[in-house]
């Protein structure tokens, strides 16, 4: 039999591997090929097919860091063995025979690189198949100690371990885990929240008994209360004193239709469209029916929205004001402010607007030119109006007397030329005289109206309401309130309620 401490390059029998594919591990250079061929030219057709499906800097990153982990492993190995005083003939990065150019002697062995890079090994005298190899060797592997083997054969995964720790510390010092602050943006209707008047661009400062959480702490506080629990919730605006934060006592509701408990908030958005990847799932960046779709220059994979139209000049197009950075997250000024791009959107609705981005891969800021969308109504198609589902505490709703399960059967208001403006559920089509103006009610398209009325009217804003309760109607006069202007109350399933945030 050859002895392996005379032909320490035969690689008959190895250590460990960190890989389960022992039949190629230990090939000799002029049967390999003859031997394992096949194999060779599936694990080559595989990797042509996942290069063609994945980026290939992707793929080229998923096998350095397999090599570094393999490295990392078969290190721990090796440097056990030598300190046992094993004698280690071969320390192998990948499998098969070495890369041309990637393998040399140092000492009594062999450093190498081969060309499959599922694995490694490290490769000592009297540690294999043989009973007989390496017996009269002082420094073969099975002559050590008990304790000893047990070192080298447990030191690959100890590496891993301690490798693994000292590079969660690195990141953690480093640049550490991007984790959204708790943010508040979409309240859903009738929600606890809504209830509240929780706004949009509310930072919780406390829930429950977490101080400054994050989302995930906020999500936790809220998923672990039991029913009838009621949590703390301290919120408001961004760089507030403390003194001006709003106290509240929350209690997360648990009917039948809800998954879990929830107080019916949302986190923001981001201000970058999908990323390239997303390609495959969409042909576009934006919904392919909305404004956006309509844009020119179009949008792009990776867009990141930078800036618009100037609400203060609505028709100059020329003029596109920036976004300001966030103040809700100080520690990273890159990150433009999500709600200032909302409040602008509303803001410049029913007009053509620029949006201004940075294409991802070229770095270019273009101006891109988005018309404007409307609300599409099938002609002679009108919904009726709903019962009343919910009421914001201390709302003008509230304040007038407004109840759940009123229906609003008429809505009046005044403009600035001293018309009459009624919104009447039975009228079915506009009428007009010089004094008043009469419309359908249209649900849908009343938050809209008035919010529109609400901003061009001047001095007191008074809404009359006509309500049907039961058998009777009552006349309610209603103050406009827009400290909920801008706020993202959107109507969500199972429930699909609709708000007037003013009212």
Same mark, same amino acid.
């Given at each position: 039999m050859e002895n392996f401490h005379d032909n320490p390059d035969h690689d008959n029998t190895n250590s460990d591997s960190f890989s389960p594919l022992d039949s190629i591990k230990s090939p000799t250079n002029d049967s390999w090929v003859r031997r394992h061929g096949p194999l060779l030219v599936v694990l080559v057709a595989a990797f042509a097919y996942f290069m063609t499906q994945l980026n290939a800097l992707s793929v080229i990153m998923v096998v350095v860091g397999i090599s570094l982990l393999v490295f990392v492993h078969e290190l721990g190995h090796f440097l056990v063995a030598k300190w046992c005083d094993v004698h280690v003939?071969?320390?192998?990065?990948?499998?098969?025979?070495?890369?041309?150019?990637?393998?040399?002697?140092?000492?009594?062995?062999?450093?190498?690189?081969?060309?499959?890079?599922?694995?490694?090994?490290?490769?000592?005298?009297?540690?294999?198949?043989?009973?007989?190899?390496?017996?009269?060797?002082?420094?073969?592997?099975?002559?050590?100690?008990?304790?000893?083997?047990?070192?080298i054969i447990s030191a690959g995964v100890t590496m891993n371990i301690i490798f693994g720790f000292a590079c969660f510390v690195y990141v953690y010092m480093t640049r550490g885990e991007k984790r959204p602050p708790a943010v508040i943006d979409t309240t859903e209707v009738g929600s606890v929240a809504w209830q509240n008047g929780i706004h949009s661009g509310d930072v919780v400062r406390q829930i429950g008994s977490k101080r400054d959480p994050y989302w995930e702490d906020f999500l936790f506080q809220v998923m672990n209360s039991v029913k009838g629990e009621k949590l703390d919730l301290v919120l408001g605006p961004p760089n507030v004193p403390e003194q001006n934060l709003r106290h509240l006592k929350v209690e997360p509701? !648990?009917?039948?239709?809800?998954?879990?408990?929830?107080?019916?908030?949302?986190?923001?958005?981001?201000?970058?469209?999908?990323?390239?990847?997303?390609?495959?799932?969409?042909?576009?960046?934006?919904?392919?029916?909305?404004?956006?779709?309509?844009?020119?220059?179009?949008?792009e994979f990776g867009d990141e929205i930078i800036g618009t139209t100037d609400p203060a000049e609505p028709d100059n197009l020329n003029k596109v004001l920036p976004?300001?950075?966030?103040?809700?997250?100080?520690?990273?000024?890159? !990150?433009?402010?999500?709600?200032?791009?909302?409040?602008?959107?509303?803001?410049?609705?029913?007009?053509?607007?620029?949006?201004?981005?940075?294409?991802?891969?070229?770095?270019?800021?273009?101006?891109?030119?988005?018309?404007?969308?409307?609300?599409?109504?099938?002609?002679?198609?009108?919904?009726?109006?709903?019962?009343?589902?919910?009421?914001?505490?201390?709302?003008?709703?509230?304040?007038?007397?407004?109840?759940? !399960?009123?229906?609003?059967?008429?809505?009046?208001?005044?403009?600035?030329?001293?018309?009459?403006?009624?919104?009447?559920?039975?009228?079915?089509?506009?009428?007009?005289?010089?004094?008043?103006?009469?419309?359908?009610?249209?649900?849908?398209?009343?938050?809209?109206q008035l919010s529109k009325w609400a901003a061009a009217k001047s001095g007191p804003r008074k809404v009359d309401l006509v309500v049907r309760r039961g058998n009777s109607t009552q006349e309610l006069t209603l103050d406009w309130d827009d400290r909920w202007k801008f706020n993202h109350e959107v109507p969500m399933p199972p429930r699909w309620s609709t708000s007037i945030p003013g009212l």
């Open positions: 003939q071969t320390f192998s990065i990948g499998l098969g025979p070495a890369i041309p150019g990637c393998s040399f002697r140092w000492g009594e062995t062999t450093y190498k690189i081969g060309f499959i890079p599922l694995g490694g090994y490290v490769k000592m005298v009297g540690e294999g198949a043989d009973e007989s190899d390496g017996n009269d060797d002082p420094r073969s592997f099975k002559n050590k100690s008990v304790g000893q083997r047990m070192a509701q !648990h009917k039948d239709q809800d998954a879990k408990p929830i107080v019916g908030v949302n986190y923001p958005q981001d201000l970058k469209l999908y990323p390239e990847r997303f390609k495959k799932e969409t042909p576009l960046p934006v919904r392919n029916e909305s404004a956006a779709a309509e844009a020119q220059p179009p949008f976004l300001p950075p966030d103040p809700r997250t100080p520690d990273d000024p890159e !990150h433009l402010d999500y709600f200032e791009f909302y409040k602008r959107l509303r803001l410049l609705a029913g007009k053509p607007m620029i949006i201004q981005v940075r294409r991802e891969k070229t770095a270019q800021v273009e101006n891109l030119k988005v018309p404007p969308e409307f609300h599409y109504s099938i002609p002679g198609l009108r919904m009726e109006m709903g019962e009343v589902v919910a009421l914001r505490f201390d709302s003008p709703a509230e304040k007038a007397g407004v109840e759940v !399960h009123d229906i609003i059967e008429q809505v009046v208001v005044t403009d600035d030329q001293n018309r009459t403006i009624r919104y009447t559920a039975a009228q079915s089509r506009k009428a007009a005289s010089g004094t008043s103006l009469d419309e359908a009610l249209d649900p849908p398209k009343l938050p809209y």
